[in-house]
């Protein structure tokens, strides 16, 4: 089968394109021809060498890749045979072989793909919607609240403008680029703005005329999530769950307590432990997006040979929505 590996930690080049044998599904495992496998932040950052977080570093050689969805075409011992010819979509794990025309995935990974979604749809939400669905429960957005995204166009902000207005909130999208504005403003966003644009904040509270934020969903952190800070309402909320910028929002006890603000912190082991496992999440996000009520945003795929490409235009924020490989 084709497959991407990596021999060495680094820049995106590290990731080659490469012919190896099909893999074998062992123990209550299932192989999967792949049409369609997700790319994250964390592929990047596993594929450069990155040590932290509670996960060790991928021997290598490897093939990265956490989520795929596609068709089940064998089993192996003490799997259900019933999967055969069946529609999936699994989260693999870290770095577990999804970048390929074939992968291994646990049958207790496996969701079956709702007839309405299409691949990459389903491994969009798979993981980013999943991680999604944790935030919103954690966000508790209700009508009435003004609901401040930045990265307003990726594969998480996306799905959060859609649930605001699902709610009945003001959703302001933040996005970097016109380009971007405009997907913001197509996905409903109330108010959608230019975050790269001098004096955006102003523009906020104009659009705004007198309101102002009661909920800050920030995975940027930085500048950006510094000034969503201090449009906060009193008594507002800030759920935080990243920092693509680099650097975590900055704030103090004292900034927090002036104006009766609540944080959350709602990502990783933490998201494990308040909802008892991700598998609830998983179920859940799949449904929003069959019934229509969440739908994602995907970026024009990537084939499987340009792994390289995808890694290079995520990082670059050169993409919009979920960036998936195509075998």
Do not use: C
Not at 143 to 163: C, E, I, K, R, W
Not at 205 to 222: C, E, M, Q
Not at 272 to 293: H, M
């Amino acid at each position: 089968m084709k497959a991407i590996r990596q021999h060495e930690f680094g820049p995106a080049e590290t990731l080659r394109y490469e012919e190896v044998p099909d893999p074998v599904p062992g123990e209550e495992q299932v192989l999967v021809e792949v049409a369609a496998a997700g790319v994250h932040l964390v592929d990047a950052a596993i594929r450069s060498g990155w040590t932290g977080g509670p996960f060790p570093q991928p021997e290598l050689p490897m093939t990265p890749g956490r989520e795929v969805a596609g068709t089940v075409v064998a089993t192996g011992p003490g799997a259900d045979p019933g999967w055969t010819g069946k529609r999936v979509v699994a989260h693999l794990g870290m770095a577990s072989g999804g970048y390929a025309s074939l992968a291994v995935a646990a049958q207790t990974s496996l969701h079956e793909i709702p007839d309405p979604l299409t691949a990459e749809a389903a491994v969009a939400m798979i993981g980013t919607g999943r991680t999604a669905v944790g935030i919103l429960d954690a966000a508790e957005i209700e009508a009435g609240d003004v609901v401040l995204v930045p990265a307003a166009a990726g594969g998480l902000g996306s799905l959060f403008v859609q649930a605001a207005r699902g709610a009945g909130a003001v959703a302001v999208g933040l996005a970097g680029g016109p380009e971007k504005v405009r997907q913001v403003q197509a996905l409903g966003a109330d108010i959608a703005v230019d975050y790269r644009e001098p004096g955006w904040p102003d523009r906020v509270r104009a659009a705004l005329d007198g309101r102002k934020p009661t909920v800050l969903l920030d995975g940027v952190g930085g500048e950006v999530g510094r000034a969503g800070f201090e449009m906060l309402d009193t008594g507002g909320r800030i759920v935080m769950f990243g920092w693509t910028s680099g650097e975590v929002t900055p704030f103090t006890s004292t900034d927090i307590a002036a104006r009766s603000l609540s944080v959350a912190w709602v990502t990783g082991p933490r998201m494990v432990k308040r909802y008892g496992g991700l598998r609830g999440l998983e179920t859940r996000s799949l449904a929003e997006a069959a019934a229509g009520r969440l739908t994602p945003l995907v970026h024009p795929p990537f084939p499987l040979a340009d792994a390289a490409a995808a890694h290079r235009a995520l990082e670059n924020r050169a993409t919009a929505g979920k960036v998936v490989l195509v075998p």
